[in-house]
């Protein structure tokens, strides 16, 4: 037998991309005498390499195989819809699909390790959704949407201020400090989160708007004399009515932010504000410690919508494990 020929020594490469199969299939690698050897591709997309010597020979021949003369897709006890992107048996050696850096003999050198698999992201909308190929793996770096609001996270104080609203054209000037920050997390790590605010408050009511990124241990007293304040003041006029205004794109954990806004407010938004025996209010008013704290929830009969400072993201698992979270 040559070395270059012998059929033996070849590797048999299969590359599925998308695989709907109602029982069982396989790729057959045929000689003409009847002998073949094959790949199972029952299973979602995948790659195989494998060498024909280590395939077991089937089939009606001599028992051997010594040339592959023919492929053929068998399918048994059911129907099959499969994409196949390359089926080789010419190739003496496997197809290198990269290489990575590890140290796996503990002598504190990495080793560059050849990939013969293609490896990258899989987006999924739940684990559940993962095929079969996934049955045995470990999930890391499991990623999912998260919304902190003020309404359980933040510390809020507001006021409804009459004589500074003299010089304007309602009896209130609403003025609200939202002091909050990303929750302690265990085992998980947070990233690409917005400071958010969906206001249904008329803008031309908005008199300032302002925050400040790592107040840190400042009062809302402090923070009003801050050099630090970064104003919104623009944005909430872009934004316009019944719109969703971005005060910081890049939150960062473990920083402190303080969001300040002021709305001129008349006697009819102050009592939809504060009545929660209508059931229709925006808020129920507590008291502690001399500051007014309001728990946020929108007003459905729209007359003031809750003023939300909320932070939208991503939170992902920063260990290893079964792609559950939080435990």
């Known amino acids: ?30 000689e003409s005498d009847g002998d073949y050897v094959s790949v199972d591709v029952s299973n979602s997309s995948d790659v195989t390499q494998t060498k024909l010597n280590d395939l077991a020979v089937s089939g009606s021949g001599d028992g051997s195989l010594s040339s592959v003369d023919s492929v053929k897709i068998v399918v048994s006890g059911g129907d099959a819809d499969i994409e196949l992107t390359q089926v080789r048996s010419d190739r003496l050696s496997m197809v290198r699909y990269g290489a990575f850096e590890k140290d796996i003999d503990s002598d504190n050198e990495t080793e560059r390790l050849d990939i013969y698999e293609p490896s990258g992201t899989y987006n999924v909308s739940s684990l559940s959704t993962m095929s079969s190929v996934f049955d045995s793996a470990t999930i890391y770096d499991v990623e999912y949407d998260v919304i902190v609001s003020a ?60 925050y400040i990124e790592g107040s840190g241990s400042q009062t ?101 494990g079964d792609g559950t979270v939080g435990e």
Do not use: C, H
């Open 151 to 210: 309404a359980t996270y933040g510390d809020v104080q507001y006021e409804f201020d009459e004589e500074a609203a003299e010089e304007y054209d309602r009896k209130f000037i609403y003025r609200q400090y939202t002091r909050l920050a990303l929750p302690n997390v265990i085992e998980l790590d947070y990233e690409g989160f917005t400071a958010y605010e969906t206001v249904a408050y008329p803008t031309s009511r908005l008199i300032d708007a302002w």
């Open 1 to 30: 037998m040559s070395i270059t020929s012998d059929v033996l020594k070849r590797v048999a490469w299969v590359v599925t991309d998308d695989v709907q199969v109602n029982g069982t299939a396989e790729v057959r690698l045929a």
């Open 220 to 320: 809302f007293d402090e923070a009003a004399d801050s050099s630090a304040q970064i104003s919104r003041v623009s944005a909430f006029e872009a934004a316009g009515d019944n719109a969703t205004v971005t005060w910081d794109d890049s939150v960062q954990d473990g920083t402190t932010y303080i969001f300040y806004e002021s709305w001129t407010t008349s006697q009819s938004d102050k009592d939809t504000m504060t009545d929660v025996s209508s059931g229709g209010g925006v808020g129920t008013l507590l008291s502690e410690g001399g500051s007014w704290l309001w728990g946020f929830f929108t007003n459905p009969l729209g007359a003031f919508s809750a003023l939300i400072a909320a932070l939208l993201g991503a939170i992902k698992r920063n260990s290893g």
